[in-house]
């Protein structure tokens, strides 16, 4: 089975900072991965997909990079509404499914 | 707009039954594959299950096999979980998700 390695698990930061979270897979996935936002009592929120590709209505501080093993999601420019947990998603063809990060839980300063 | 609302979560005791169930709409349920995904309180995301579109292919994580079944009915847009054996462990919200759409949730609690 995959692993998703996923950190911080907690990180505070400053309105305006970059932020930055580090998801690595045990093996290699390609581009399989996608990155959501959970806000509190939400369900998660899609805003990367196939590791780098911005999904619609998503602001464009949010971007994502990586392939194989190692992936990285940036805020570019932290904003009080990202204030939430982020977690990556491997995915790949049934029966295998979904592995998902351990979470990022992001606080503001 | 994609739609996906799950129902028939509620209390339970350990060892009993519960179906889920997930109504879809807002495309064409039967090109999907769709999948389940629970959050135990305060806790992460964990995959349940998954069936691809003409249910010829099944996958469920190793926590649930066995115990669980995934089904789906296309002509409903329909998609199901039967859950037997439940135990405490089993308590979460269970999501509902087609790509990276995803429902709201119903949620399931175990204990006596």
């Known amino acids: 089975d995959i692993q998703m390695t996923q950190s911080p698990s907690s990180l505070s930061a400053s309105v305006g900072d970059r932020v930055t979270i580090t998801c690595q897979a045990s093996?290699?996935?390609?581009?399989?991965l996608n990155w959501y936002q959970q806000k509190p009592g939400k369900a998660p929120k899609l805003l990367i997909y196939d590791a780098s590709n911005l999904e619609t209505g998503v602001p464009s501080r949010f971007s994502g990079s990586g392939s194989g093993t190692d992936f990285t999601f940036t805020i570019s420019s932290l904003q009080p509404e990202d204030i939430a947990t982020y977690y990556c998603?491997?995915?790949?063809?049934?029966?295998?499914?979904?592995?998902f990060g351990q979470g990022t839980k992001l606080e503001i300063k | 707009e994609v739609q996906l609302v799950e129902s028939g979560g509620g209390l339970v005791q350990p060892g009993r039954s519960l179906r889920l169930s997930c109504a879809a709409s807002g495309f064409t349920f039967d090109d999907y594959a769709m999948h389940w995904v629970r959050q135990a309180p305060g806790k992460g995301l964990e995959w349940v299950s998954g069936?691809?579109?003409?249910?010829?292919?099944?996958g469920y994580a190793d926590s649930v096999k066995g115990r669980f079944t995934i089904s789906r009915d296309n002509a409903k847009n329909s998609l199901y979980l039967q859950m037997n054996s439940l135990r405490a462990e089993d308590t979460a919200l269970y999501y509902c998700?087609?790509?990276?759409?995803w429902g709201q949730g119903t949620l399931v609690t175990v204990s006596s």
């Open positions: 998700a087609k790509g990276g759409n």
């Open positions: 998603q491997q995915y790949d063809n049934l029966p295998r499914g979904y592995t």
């Open positions: 069936i691809s579109w003409n249910s010829g292919s099944i």
């Open positions: 093996q290699d996935i390609s581009n399989y």
